[in-house]
C-alpha cells in the first residue's frame, strides 16, 4: 500500500515536471488542445485518479482508526470496555473539579489525581479502592468538598477503575 502510494506521488510529480519542462503551463494548454483524443482521455484519468486517491485515502485512514482509538489512553494505556465507559463518566462530572492527564482535565478544586491516585498507591486494586470510596463516600479536605453517592452502582466501579488505569500515565 505504501508503495503504491509513493508511486503515485512520484508519477504525480514526473507528470508536472514535464508540464513545467513543456514550456510552462501555456505550452501544457496548446499541446492539450492539438493533442490526440488518446491524451486528452488520460489527462482526464489522471485528473479522475488524482481527486479519488483525494478522497480515498483519507477515508480508509478514518474508518481503520476509529475503532482502535478508542481504547487507547494516554501512555499506550489498553482501556476495556468498562474503562472507556469511566472515562466517559469521569469527562461529564469529575474532569471539572481534578486534574487527569488522561482525559485533559485540569481541574483546581480538588486533587491531582495524577498525583494523588497515581504515584502514592502501588497497586491497581489500592488505586480503585481509594477512588471508589471517594466516590461513595464524598470528600471534604482544603476548599472544596466532593459530594458522597455521585455515581452509584456499576457507573461507580466504571469511574474507578478507569482513574485507577490510567492515573500517572
Not at 18 to 34: C, E, I, K
Not at 116 to 138: H, S
Request: aromatic fraction near 6%.
Amino acid at each position: 500500500m505504501a508503495i503504491a502510494i509513493i508511486t503515485f506521488w512520484l508519477l504525480l510529480g514526473l507528470g508536472i515536471f514535464f508540464v513545467a519542462m513543456h514550456r510552462g503551463a501555456r505550452g501544457a494548454r496548446r499541446s492539450l488542445y492539438t493533442d490526440s483524443k488518446i491524451g486528452q482521455r488520460a489527462i482526464t484519468l489522471g485528473i479522475t485518479l488524482v481527486f479519488v486517491f483525494g478522497l480515498a485515502v483519507p477515508a480508509l485512514v478514518l474508518a481503520f482508526n476509529g475503532e482502535h482509538k478508542a481504547s487507547v489512553a494516554v501512555g499506550g494505556v489498553r482501556l476495556s470496555t468498562e474503562q472507556q465507559k469511566g472515562r466517559e463518566l469521569f469527562a461529564r462530572s469529575c474532569a471539572v473539579c481534578h486534574t487527569l492527564a488522561a482525559v485533559k482535565a485540569v481541574g483546581r478544586v480538588g486533587p491531582n489525581l495524577d498525583v494523588r491516585v497515581g504515584t502514592d498507591i502501588a497497586t491497581p486494586a489500592g488505586r480503585k479502592a481509594l477512588v471508589l470510596g471517594a466516590i461513595t463516600e464524598g470528600r471534604a479536605r482544603g476548599l472544596g468538598q466532593m459530594p458522597a453517592q455521585l455515581y452509584q452502582g456499576k457507573e461507580a466501579e466504571q469511574v474507578a477503575s478507569f482513574v485507577a488505569a490510567v492515573a500517572g500515565h
